[in-house]
């Protein structure tokens, strides 16, 4: 069974940094693009950043130049360096990846993690 398990969340001050992470477990064949959204009280989900199996990365413009996505795929994790928080940031964050499990040959399926709340006071 594939699951997302998140960690790094928490309350940070205006202009502080914090650094999550999601690391995917389980029967994995292979996992192709990998992702953060965020969900703030009253809001929709939007794409934070997301990174594909070779390394390119976009970003949501209101993140560029203060959030790092980055990922590991020797430990299937994926990371978000976040600086320079502010607090609208505030949000749910859940980490997003497009994963073929083993012995489905190559079908993929969109997984989430659990979310970690990051909260940044002014």
């Known amino acids: 069974q594939v699951q997302l398990v998140e960690s790094g969340g928490g309350l940070v001050q205006s202009g502080g940094s914090l650094r999550l992470s999601c690391a995917a477990s389980?029967?994995?064949?292979?996992?192709?693009?990998m992702g953060w959204y965020r969900q703030a009280p009253g809001k929709q989900r939007e794409l934070v950043a997301a990174i594909t199996s070779g390394g390119s990365t976009n970003y949501t413009d209101s993140v560029k130049g203060r959030f790092t996505i980055s990922r590991d795929n020797a430990k299937n994790t994926v990371y978000l360096q976040m600086n320079s928080l502010k607090p609208e940031d505030t949000a749910v964050y859940y980490c997003n990846a497009d994963i073929c499990p083993r012995y489905y040959g190559s079908r993929y399926f969109a997984y989430w993690g659990q979310g970690t709340q990051v909260t940044v006071s002014s």
């Open positions: 389980g029967s994995i064949n292979s996992i192709n693009a």
